[in-house]
């Protein structure tokens, strides 16, 4: 299979044929560099796959092999886990370690990122299984289409229900269900015409009025958000159990009255259940978490001031989600154990060693990412898939107009990029983002009341519009 086959079918490959090597070549179609990251989260991987041809008495005893990635930001440590995650089709959640409190602060606890790793497994399984019933849901929906637009004449009031209960109003029935047959009997023939019609496509523009659900309690204030998270409770679930299901009245063409009745048919041939189990089941076994800014979370020379007075707690809690505990959530309980962690950080003011030394043997694998040189920013403005190059050409394309870069100018934008990241904070990549900005800023502007066919960049036209901004020493003048 070639390298566009690869990238371009990446969650139809068999699992088998997911080796090192060709994860390694799939991530270099989107990060460039970074060969040890690339292979340790390869080999993690495919360990994985390894795991499930165990038996199972061995196979729960296997780990996961954590990753620690260091290195400066805009380097691609956060694309790297989300590209395997993508390639893998694995439930994936990047949290920052700042967002985290000890237990008795104010703020989330360590346990909710396994809740939005498990809301993630849940919208992936929830989309598969809509993609699979979406047959028999607009069948549905066109029979309640037919339904919608064929006319009723208006029904009797029949005798209400708490009567027959108590055997009242026999005669009333039998006469209220000779009118109910008369109201819903419809000429099979009119009926076969209006569904041939609705196939074909003929009726698409015309208008209907169609029944649509809505939530029964949209608009009630309900608890706050970090009181239902704690406990991983859904109160608009509980409640939408008990109270009943609403319907409105809706007036629309039939085009888009099909893809909503479509979908809402599509719901109702989901089983929760099975959803939820197989949700459940991907999270523990298949489930990515990015545990971004690690470092931030490191006490500054061990000192105990308040601003780092719970870091070490956030640490202390952390600690027990990695090696692997149960976690209650609205879908039911959740092992980490075999939930692959990858953290990342910076690590400019404090260094791995830092972390307490139970949290360290949990990252058994640590890569070091490199600074991105010159040839390394180049390579990101024109290899990677939808580049950044290809991205404002395909823009200014919009306008009618052709934007090309020669290659002196490419070379001179990276050259820019890499001084400037060498002489004042390194971003990393994400230096092209503001020097492509400013660098075309003026074409952006202008380009819809001067329109032009071909708009060539050079390199004189790069040190002109770039050369004053790279020279400028004044650093807030570079802060994103």
Request: aromatic share 4%; glycine share 6%.
């Amino acid at each position: 299979m070639s390298e566009m086959n690869l990238a371009g079918k990446a969650a139809e490959l068999p699992p088998d044929s997911l080796t090192p090597s060709r994860v390694v070549e799939y991530l270099d179609r989107y990060i460039v560099g970074q060969e040890k990251a690339k292979r340790a989260v390869a080999v993690a991987l495919r360990n994985r796959l390894r795991r499930k041809k165990l038996p199972a008495e061995m196979a729960r005893e296997i780990s996961p092999k954590n990753i620690l990635m260091v290195g400066p930001t805009g380097v691609g440590k956060t694309e790297i886990a989300r590209r395997l995650a993508s390639l893998v089709q694995a439930p994936f959640v990047k949290v920052e370690a700042t967002k985290f409190t000890e237990v008795g602060y104010v703020g989330r606890d360590v346990e909710s990122m396994v809740r939005d790793l498990v809301e993630s497994a849940v919208a992936m399984v929830r989309k598969r299984m809509l993609s699979d019933v979406q047959e028999p849901a607009r069948q549905r929906a066109e029979q309640r289409l037919v339904d919608a637009m064929l006319p009723r004449s208006d029904r009797r009031i029949s005798v209400p229900d708490i009567m027959r209960v108590f055997g009242g109003g026999g005669e009333a029935q039998d006469s209220d269900e000779d009118h109910r047959s008369e109201d819903v009997l419809r000429s099979e023939a009119t009926r076969g015409k209006f569904l041939t019609m609705l196939k074909e496509g003929r009726l698409e523009d015309r208008e209907v009025d169609v029944d649509v659900s809505e939530s029964s309690i949209v608009g009630i204030p309900l608890l706050g958000a970090s009181g239902m998270d704690s406990m991983g409770i859904n109160l608009s679930e509980v409640l939408g159990g008990m109270l009943p299901k609403k319907s409105k009245k809706r007036r629309m063409k039939v085009s888009e009255a099909r893809r909503v009745l479509t979908a809402e048919e599509a719901e109702k041939l989901i089983d929760t259940e099975a959803l939820s189990q197989e949700a459940l089941e991907k999270t523990q076994e298949d489930g990515i978490v990015f545990l971004d800014e690690i470092d931030k979370i490191v006490a500054k020379g061990g000192g105990s001031s308040s601003p780092d007075v719970s870091r070490e707690g956030v640490q202390r809690d952390l600690l027990p989600i990695v090696e692997g505990s149960s976690v209650q959530t609205r879908y039911g309980l959740v092992k980490t154990d075999h939930i692959l962690f990858i953290a990342a950080g910076a690590f400019s003011g404090v260094k791995p060693s830092d972390l307490i030394p139970e949290l360290q043997g949990r990252f058994p694998i640590r890569v070091e990412l490199q600074p991105l040189s010159w040839e390394n920013l180049r390579q990101i403005l024109t290899e990677p898939e939808n580049s950044l190059l290809k991205q404002y050409a395909a823009l200014i394309a919009t306008e009618g107009t052709t934007l090309r870069f020669s290659e002196d100018a490419i070379r001179e934008i990276a050259v820019l990029a890499s001084k400037m990241n060498a002489e004042m904070e390194d971003i990393g990549a994400r230096r092209l983002h503001t020097m492509l900005e400013q660098l075309l800023e003026e074409i952006s502007f202008s380009v819809c009341d001067e329109p032009k066919e071909v708009i060539d960049i050079d390199e004189n036209f790069v040190r002109n519009r770039l050369n004053c901004l790279a020279e400028n020493r004044d650093i807030r003048r570079y802060l994103l």
